[in-house]
């Protein structure tokens, strides 16, 4: 099957410094769905064994070069062979129309990863683990609970897609409320299809009005700012398709988390305005392999990037334990 070939920037274009410590390489795999997928792999230098394995994914219209590339080259650093790369439609990735996300396609994309990996020579495909940041967080869980082959999956800083986009920030939006939605985003797909082309929800909101919530200030912070910004990041530029929000209004994607056998890590920040997201999705959790750790004063995005912040020690401890 001829998959799509994607042309990929070979210099060092992150908003994190390179690390000497291990091997980096770009690479790319496909997903069941025909899509071809762009990835950074880290890999520590002087293997001589086979490596347990992570693929690192989010936030939620973020790119490889940001969130997810920090962890992934931070553990590569700590012994594990790691993978961060974008989701379908985005960033390098292939699939169009660019800017849509699924909360289908999506949890694939993790899926995929593990496939590339099992069967890479210098990875033990029985310790394959994944790591969810923001919105894959929530991915990460949905992929845990289809996907046997994943020993042990973390939840960074997590968003439950499907919950925010049917109810809204802290469960505001009724039924009423989301007929309206529905209605205005299915307007906007006759105003796409007669136009040939999708019209993006915009990123972050830029300049920041002075009002503006301060999760909002928070995701300025990082996505606007030269702590964070990318120029292929959808939060730092003009967002995600508007209709994207319509599959994730239908589709929760933790109805059978409770069956994740398989060992689970969330961690959030206690002062993070989506820290509900993770405690409401952990009570769910069954078995004594599952833990939530909450990170006093932490707030979200203070687990995108703050090496001070982010447990790595927590997270090397925990996929020794359950990829061993």
């Keep these: 099957m001829e998959h799509e070939k994607l ?17 980096h390489r770009k690479i790319t795999f496909h997903n069941r769905y025909g899509i071809t997928l762009a990835a950074d792999l880290y890999e520590p230098k002087n293997i001589d ?62 899926s995929a990863a593990v496939d590339f990996l099992s069967v890479q020579d210098n990875v033990d495909s029985e310790r394959i683990g994944i790591l969810g940041i923001c919105g894959w967080g929530g991915m990460a869980l949905n992929a845990a609970a289809i996907d046997t082959r994943i020993k042990a999956t973390v939840a960074s800083t997590m968003y439950d897609m499907t919950r925010v986009n049917a109810k809204g920030y802290f469960d505001a939006m009724d039924a009423d409320a ?21 019209q993006l ?35 730092s530029n003009g967002g995600w398709n508007m209709t994207s929000a319509l599959s994730f209004m239908n589709m929760p994607i933790l109805a059978y988390s409770d069956e994740i056998r398989s060992a689970v890590l969330m961690i959030h920040g206690e002062k993070a305005h989506s820290c509900y997201f993770s405690k409401d999705a ?33 997270l090397e401890s925990f996929y020794r334990e359950y990829l061993k």
């Design 7 to 23: 042309v990929l920037i070979e210099e060092w274009d992150k908003t994190f410094p390179k690390s000497e410590k291990v091997n």
């Design 49 to 110: 064994s086979k490596l347990p394995a992570i693929a690192v994914c989010g936030p939620f219209g973020a790119v490889k070069e940001q969130s997810s590339g920090l962890y992934a080259q931070t553990l590569a650093e700590r012994g594990f062979l790691t993978i961060a790369f974008d989701p379908s439609f985005t960033g390098e990735s292939g699939g169009l129309p660019r800017y849509v996300a699924s909360p289908d396609i999506n949890t694939e994309d993790f």
């Design 178 to 198: 989301r007929y309206e939605l529905r209605k205005t985003l299915n307007m906007q797909r006759i105003k796409d299809y007669k136009n040939g082309s999708y």
């Design 201 to 235: 929800g915009g990123g972050v909101i830029d300049p920041l009005p002075e009002d503006a919530p301060f999760y909002v200030k928070d995701y300025y912070n990082y996505y606007k700012t030269k702590r964070g910004y990318h120029e292929r990041s959808l939060n």
């Design 282 to 314: 952990f009570k769910k959790l069954k078995g004594d392999n599952k833990e939530l750790l909450l990170i006093p004063d932490a707030i979200h995005t203070d687990l995108y990037d703050r090496m001070d912040v982010i447990p790595f020690d927590k």
